[in-house]
């Protein structure tokens, strides 16, 4: 099989470093533009990221002492309910034998508090932690590891000839056969300032902080902070964004590695059929919704892991293409909970989403997410969510 990535940023060397594992026969070659920049930010991860990277051959110890990258052990959240005065931690434990239900019952019963919730957290267990991780980086630590990709710095406009053509060119999908789209109704994130800041001790979890137009996240690498303002444009300029995300790294104190922060806009929204011809696309050239979550590397990973799934197993793209969208399906249900379950109402972007109720299908959620290994947000999280967020209207014990 003759295979070209076009695309040198993660989702290029993920592909191609997935592709040479499974396929070591394969002739891969990738071309990177250099007049393209690779957006390199400091990123959020769920755990099945060292999976992913373990089951191509690299191992934790292989990569992290030579990155800035950092093991995660769970997600900080503050400001998601109103007159909130203590941050609460989201952690990574599993639900096992229905453990969570006893826990409610006492909960609601006011003998224990929702920080005991995270008693049941063992680091030690099963994708027990993620990582903070620099985006760059992680496309370098596996483009190290490849043996026989071919790398071409080139420019190119004409679809190249082979057998299979990766687009991994990001929201240029520069070679994307089928352009069409699927929005969701409720993703009203569209902006993001972002940008280093210098570093200062903080916690080892990623924080998502609820602001007047959206959220802001902290994570810590060991070099550097990376901080960002996602919002949405539906109710606040650019502009005043940008005043308001600097009031946000002052508060915080702290101090700027740049003059200008980056600035992104993108429209939220998934390719209908990423796999469509021979060209597939991997990463934001498939699609990007809200940052939320750190979802945006687990989606390279699942559209490449799903692509060597499919054609080992002779499944057709329809069946690529359902299995995508139901990964991003829910995703998307999972980031719309996070803002339709909170009670803040101080702004039109908060006010907007009192009239979207998830209070019924946070727990059918919790009902059908019980296998740890088929579901990017199994049982544990959706009962973390409703209990952070305080709804038992619809629980079902």
Not at 22 to 45: A, C, H, M, Q, R
Not at 139 to 154: Q, R, T, W
Not at 300 to 324: D, L, P
Not at 380 to 393: L, P
Request: hydrophobic share 35%; charged share 25%.
């Amino acid at each position: 099989m003759k295979i070209v990535i076009v695309g040198g940023g993660t989702a290029g060397w993920w592909t191609a470093g997935c592709l040479e594992y499974n396929f070591p026969d394969w002739d891969i070659t990738l071309i990177e533009s250099k007049d393209i920049p690779i957006i390199g930010v400091g990123e959020s991860t769920v755990p099945q990221i060292g999976t992913f990277l373990s089951n191509i051959g690299i191992k934790d110890d292989d990569w992290l002492h030579s990155t800035n990258a950092l093991k995660k052990f769970g997600n900080r959240k503050f400001g998601w309910r109103k007159g909130e005065i203590k941050s609460h931690d989201w952690t990574f434990w599993w639900n096992y034998n229905k453990r969570f239900e006893g826990w409610a019952k006492k909960y609601r019963k006011g003998e224990v508090d929702l920080d005991s919730l995270n008693d049941f957290y063992d680091p030690k267990d099963w994708a027990g932690y993620a990582y903070h991780v620099c985006a760059f980086e992680m496309g370098k630590i596996v483009k190290d590891s490849c043996k026989n990709v071919k790398h071409v710095y080139a420019t190119i406009t004409e679809k190249p000839e082979a057998d299979f053509v990766f687009d991994c060119s990001g929201t240029h999908r520069q070679f994307v056969e089928n352009r069409t789209i699927q929005k969701y109704e409720h993703t009203i994130i569209d902006r993001a300032y972002v940008g280093p800041h210098k570093l200062v001790d903080l916690p080892p979890v990623t924080q998502s902080i609820a602001k007047k137009y959206g959220w802001q996240f902290i994570i810590g690498l060991k070099n550097r902070i990376g901080s960002g303002y996602a919002y949405s444009s539906k109710f606040i300029s650019d502009e005043d964004a940008l005043t308001e995300f600097k009031g946000m790294i002052k508060e915080c104190g702290f101090t700027p590695m740049t003059e200008k922060y980056l600035h992104f806009k993108w429209e939220p929204c998934v390719l209908t059929n990423p796999w469509s011809g021979n060209v597939i696309a991997i990463g934001n050239s498939a699609g990007f919704v809200d940052p939320l979550e750190a979802n945006a590397l687990f989606h390279i990973q699942h559209g490449i892991e799903t692509f060597v799934k499919c054609f080992k197993r002779g499944f057709s793209a329809k069946t690529y293409n359902k299995a995508v969208r139901i990964a991003w399906n829910n995703t998307v249900d999972f980031i719309t909970h996070h803002y339709a379950l909170s009670d803040r109402d101080d702004t039109e972007f908060w006010r907007y989403w009192q009239n979207v109720d998830c209070s019924k299908t946070v727990w059918d959620n919790y009902l059908k997410r019980t296998n740890l290994k088929t579901n990017l947000y199994p049982d544990a999280i959706w009962a973390t969510m409703a209990s952070y967020f305080d709804e038992w209207e619809h629980a079902p014990f």
